[in-house]
C-alpha cells in the first residue's frame, strides 16, 4: 500500500516537473506584456496536456472485489429466504448505486459466476 502510493507520488512529482518547460516555452512564444496572463495561458495549456497524464497516474486499482451480503433476502433467481450475495465493485464494474440490487443465494450466485465463466469481476467469491 506504501509502495503504490509512493509510486505515484514520485509519477507526480515527475509529471509536475514537467509543466516547467512548458511553461517557459509558452511564455516565450507569447510575448504577452502582463506576465499573469502569459503564466496562465501557459497553466491552461498545461492543464490540457496533464489532465490526462493525471487521469493515468491516479486511476484508481481494485485488488479485490466488493460485495455487499445480506442475511434474510429472497434469491432473485430461485425464490429462498436465505443470506445474499452480489456483486458491488470490481474493476471495470460498478454497481455500488445500483436503485435495484439483485441479491442471490449462494447457489445461484455460484451458477452465475460460472456462467460467466473467466470474466474478470468474477475473479474472486466466496
Known amino acids: 500500500m506504501v509502495k503504490n502510493f509512493l509510486i ?24 504577452v506584456k502582463n506576465e499573469w496572463l502569459s503564466a496562465t495561458i501557459a497553466n491552461f495549456i498545461g492543464a490540457l496536456i496533464f489532465f490526462w497524464i493525471d487521469k493515468i497516474i491516479f486511476k484508481p486499482k481494485y485488488n479485490y ?4 451480503i ?24 460498478n454497481k455500488i448505486n445500483d ?21 474478470k469481476h468474477y475473479r474472486r467469491f466466496l
Open 8 to 31: 505515484k507520488y514520485g509519477l507526480y512529482i515527475f509529471r509536475w516537473q514537467l509543466s516547467t518547460p512548458i511553461l517557459a516555452i509558452v511564455i516565450s512564444l507569447f510575448p
Open 70 to 93: 445480506k442475511e434474510n433476502i429472497k434469491c432473485v433467481d430461485c425464490g429462498n429466504i436465505c443470506r445474499g450475495y452480489r456483486l458491488v465493485l470490481s474493476d471495470k464494474y
Open 65 to 68: 472485489d466488493l460485495w455487499s
Open 99 to 119: 436503485p435495484q440490487p439483485e441479491f442471490r443465494c449462494e447457489a445461484c450466485s455460484q451458477h452465475k459466476r460460472n456462467s460467466f465463466g473467466q470474466r
